[in-house]
């Protein structure tokens, strides 16, 4: 081996050490979560949370269970670790998209707080404005869940899939 490729070598194995803490802290914060977010859907007999906050579980799940072939060195890992990421995605975006096309106005006003209500009252001039910018912040809103869940999990996934790759063809590391 050259010089050059010891130290691209010791540079991978260096990148993707972390992923065994970040699949672990990652993992078990998404179920954490979206647990509390079952609880107050079922809490609000709100049906569709209830449905999402389970897939999102079932997704952090799959990512611990992931982690914990690779640590195995389990070649199933370089599956589950990446679909976790990608199966997140598909279902925060099918939720948002679902969110962003079924906009309804008054639903939306009444589930804006007082103070947030006479906060964008004080924005406009008049009702067809407020109600148009209501649609704003709402289009918007589900508009960047979507780039931010596409960025951070989507880059999560490719990381999970290079670093269990490296690892798994590594595995003295």
Not at 62 to 72: D, N, P
Request: positive net charge; proline residues 3%; glycine residues 6%.
């Amino acid at each position: 081996m050259t010089p050059l490729t010891l130290k691209i070598n010791k540079m991978d194995k260096n990148k993707y050490q972390s992923i065994y803490k970040t699949t672990s802290i990652n993992g078990k914060s998404v179920s954490i979560f979206s647990a509390l977010i079952l609880l107050s859907a079922i809490y609000s007999n709100n049906f569709v949370g209830i449905i999402i906050s389970v897939l999102i579980i079932c997704s952090g799940l799959i990512e611990l269970y992931g982690r914990k072939l690779l640590l195995a060195k389990n070649p199933l890992a370089a599956l589950l670790l990446p679909a976790s990421q990608f199966g997140l995605v598909l279902v925060i975006w099918v939720y948002s998209t679902f969110q962003y096309m079924a906009y309804d106005a008054v639903e939306a006003m009444s589930m804006l707080s007082p103070q947030s209500l006479d906060t964008i009252k004080g924005m406009v001039t008049n009702d067809d404005e407020f109600v148009s910018l209501v649609g704003t912040i709402w289009h918007t809103t589900y508009i960047v869940v979507m780039l931010v869940t596409a960025i951070y999990q989507g880059g999560l996934g490719i990381y999970y899939y290079k670093g269990s790759r490296y690892l798994l063809a590594n595995p003295e590391e």
